[in-house]
């Protein structure tokens, strides 16, 4: 017989245990607007994918006047205020500063046939059609639009490499389906193109083209649903064969009867190894014709992702934070085939490597936040993404820059993968040959290029000599200080002992008289003469930004920057100053440098730690003002909510970060700075079914600053949390007020770089 205590406590357990079915079906996809940040300089992809997919099938638009950096303002492809669509292509980058990507596009269509897209403000010159946004649906794994030229609803989703298209004609004459294997938007040209019919629903291709990706070879297979009546295909513009074409920019026409059939759905699988592959790909991943079905398929696999971080905030922060998070998981992307097979940087195929391979490594943007959140949130990824890394090492002889399609494009400055793989091996991720690992950060130290002969013997960067001098050694610091701590951890002790010495370079470049970070000439002469606020290029001892900025980029060692200004009092008088002097840039001409506050520049990367550097000094308030006044000004629900490139996704993760109240500014020591939080609670999904969660009390309007802290019930003092103490689960508990408080200002309360 049942007590009341017993029945009582199974009660509780049931209602605990629906409440956490109901929280485990939330649909956090509702919360999401991927139009947030395709306007302006945000330049993020709009369309369906899954999270890490290789296919993004979306839109692409007319690049607009390349004067002014307008053309700029596309390297997605779409951006928010064009009026028209060319057609849909299945890949794109989304939030870069270079364009790119953009194959094979495909129109559904009617009337006459053009093989030439539209030209702007008139789409009776060519392919393409003008839209409405009020006739346009944009959510996580699926995009709806009405092409209003043709009367044609176009709805796309995907899978990790596959993009189905499903159409919806009107009863007409001349219906048909347009590809164009030539089109790139202008960033990269084709080389080679080529189309194979198999039968009347089943085509085989593939495209070969060079942009910033200067060897990107892609293989194609597309089904369609129904037997189409005749196909006619074009070498440019000239018809070809009917069966077979190769060229330089083929393309084709599908014609089916419309009247009889009016919807058409298109499967195109991708691959970067062969057509075969591609047609694989396709039976493995969606073996069927139910759209609907796909479509819920991708949402499921985005409210999974999404699901890792769930808190409860205004429904205006919930959109702009799961917008956020929505953005940080499109790449590092999927590079290989459903069998494991890939193309590799030495332009060879690989079978069965034993491990995901991924590509889009933004790696100079990615390193500071991105790849930080991913070890909390997605650890199961974290061991490919170095895997990855290492076979680019062996197959290219050096560690990926920015790796783009099986290619290097070597853009930005110093050896970025170093932090990605340095942090995941002192984090525990060590599921690949760690010697090799070590080799690899060592041997990027070690070459003989941009300026490291000189950090090689310990003298400054000759500014006369190597362009962007002061960025690089910067940044050269900061992985010397990475290799030093996996050296360390290894017991390889010279290794520790010569690393950490260059990792203190960066005070070379500090001229004590002026307290800016400076070039220096060949003979050892400061650079004159000096401007801090210029940032010209042709004089340019920075890196998309000035003196004022590049003066903090010194994540690894903020107590050794703290000295070099004398100490805490001096140091965070320069601080303030950064964030009230003119925002003027004279000689600027780089929309890079956005987001302004003073001359802090949220919209590039090497500012985002800044703000988190007051409570190295014991001033903790003074970030939590900032971050408040950055995630108020540069983030909004909006079009245009985002106020620079999101570069993948690093813009979106500072976001996570901050909002959950905390941010890596040492983005390889296992800490993380507390800010100001934004949610009410959130909780952290944790390997082995368990969670960190994070309470906030007293969240409210003027409340932004810290009082005190608990953690599992007891007073946690320090201004900054361990990735072992999330790792491990529990509670924290966060109560803010409106005025600043003591808390986290004690010496042994404060940050630290090293320990």
């Keep these: 017989m049942f007590s009341k205590v017993r029945f009582k406590i199974m009660i509780t357990l049931f209602i605990v245990a629906s409440f956490a079915a109901n929280a485990q079906k939330a649909d956090l996809t509702k919360y999401v607007d991927p139009l947030i940040g395709s306007e302006g300089h945000g330049h993020v992809f709009v369309g369906a994918n899954v999270p890490s997919g290789a296919v993004q099938l979306g839109p692409s638009n007319i690049i607009r006047g390349w004067d002014k950096f ?113 089109f790139g938007m202008g960033w990269d040209g084709p080389v080679e193109t080529y189309l194979h019919k198999i039968n009347d629903s089943t085509f085989l291709g593939y495209r070969f083209s060079t942009g910033w990706a200067n060897d990107q070879r892609i293989y194609f297979a597309m089904l369609l649903s129904q037997p189409i009546e005749r196909v006619v295909m074009y070498d440019t513009t000239t018809a070809v064969s009917n069966s077979i074409a190769r060229g330089k920019e083929i393309k084709a026409c599908f014609f089916f009867d419309a009247v009889k059939n009016p919807v058409i759905k298109i499967k195109v699988g991708l691959s970067p190894v062969s057509s075969e592959n591609a047609l694989a790909n396709i039976n493995t991943e969606i073996p069927h014709w139910n759209f609907t079905q796909t479509v819920k398929e991708a949402n499921a696999k985005w409210n999974a992702t999404l699901g890792k971080i769930k808190i409860d905030a205004g429904d205006h922060i919930k959109k702009i934070f799961y917008t956020a998070l929505y953005h940080t998981s499109f790449a590092p992307a999927i590079f290989n085939d459903h069998d494991g097979s890939y193309w590799g940087a030495d332009k060879k195929n690989y079978t069965s490597p034993g491990f995901t391979n991924y590509t889009v490594l933004s790696l100079w943007d990615t390193y500071r936040g991105l790849h930080p959140l991913r070890t909390i949130i997605e650890p199961g990824k974290v061991n490919d993404y170095v895997q990855t890394m290492l076979a680019i090492y062996k197959q290219q002889g050096r560690l990926p820059v920015w790796h783009l399609q099986g290619n290097e494009t070597n853009t930005m400055i110093g050896y970025p993968a170093v932090p990605v793989i340095v942090d995941a091996y002192l984090k525990g991720f060590r599921d690949y040959d760690t010697e090799l690992a070590f080799e690899a950060v060592k041997q990027s130290a070690m070459q003989q290029t941009n300026g490291l002969n000189y950090v090689q013997k310990l003298q400054p960067i000759a500014a006369d000599s190597v362009p962007e001098s002061v960025a690089k050694a910067q940044e050269y610091a900061i992985s010397d200080w990475c290799i030093a701590q996996m050296a360390k951890a290894m017991g390889k002790k010279n290794d520790f002992y010569y690393f950490s010495r260059r990792a203190k370079e960066y005070k070379q470049y500090f001229d004590s008289a ?123 629900a909006k079009p245009d909510g985002l106020t620079g490139n999101d570069d993948v996704g690093e813009m979106s993760a500072w976001y996570v970060f901050s909002s959950l109240g905390f941010y890596p500014v040492n983005p390889a020591n296992g800490i993380y700075v507390f800010g100001s939080p934004l949610v009410n609670s959130a909780s952290i999904d944790i390997p082995g079914n368990r969670h960190f969660n994070i309470v906030v009390k007293g969240n409210k309007k003027g409340n932004i600053f810290i009082q005190r802290m608990t953690l599992n019930g007891t007073p946690y003092t320090h201004a900054y949390l361990q990735h072992t103490t999330i790792m491990a689960g529990g509670e924290l508990v966060i109560y803010l007020g409106d005025e600043p408080s003591a808390w986290g200002t004690l010496p042994g309360d404060r940050p630290y770089s090293e320990k």
């Design 514 to 636: 002026t307290q800016y970070m400076r070039g220096r000439m060949a003979d050892g002469s400061w650079r004159t003469p000096f401007n801090p606020f210029s940032a010209e290029h042709r004089a340019n001892d920075y890196c998309e930004g000035n003196s004022w900025q590049y003066t903090w980029l010194v994540p690894q060692d903020v107590e050794g920057l703290i000295s070099l200004f004398g100490g805490d009092a001096p140091f965070v008088k320069k601080l303030d100053s950064l964030f009230i002097v003119p925002s003027t840039l004279p000689g600027n001409t780089s929309p890079d440098i956005s987001g302004m506050i003073g001359q802090y520049a949220h919209g590039n990367e090497p500012d985002h730690h800044i703000a988190y550097l007051y409570p190295f000094a014991g001033q903790p308030w003074k970030t939590a003002s900032l971050i408040r006044k950055i995630t108020d000004t540069f983030y909004t």
């Design 70 to 182: 307008g053309g700029w303002d596309w390297c997605s492809g779409y951006n928010y205020v064009s009026k028209e669509i060319l057609g849909f292509t299945h890949t794109h980058l989304s939030g870069t500063g270079i364009g790119d990507l953009n194959d094979i596009l495909i129109l559904p269509a009617n009337g006459k046939t053009a093989l030439k897209h539209m030209n702007f403000g008139d789409e009776n010159s060519g392919y393409g059609s003008f839209f409405s946004h009020k006739n346009e649906i944009a959510q996580p794994g699926y995009y709806k639009v009405l092409l209003d030229k043709y009367h044609i609803t176009a709805e796309l989703t995907a899978t990790e490499r596959v993009g189905f298209h499903q159409y919806t004609f009107p009863p007409t004459s001349g219906a048909h389906i347009l590809l164009d294997l030539g």
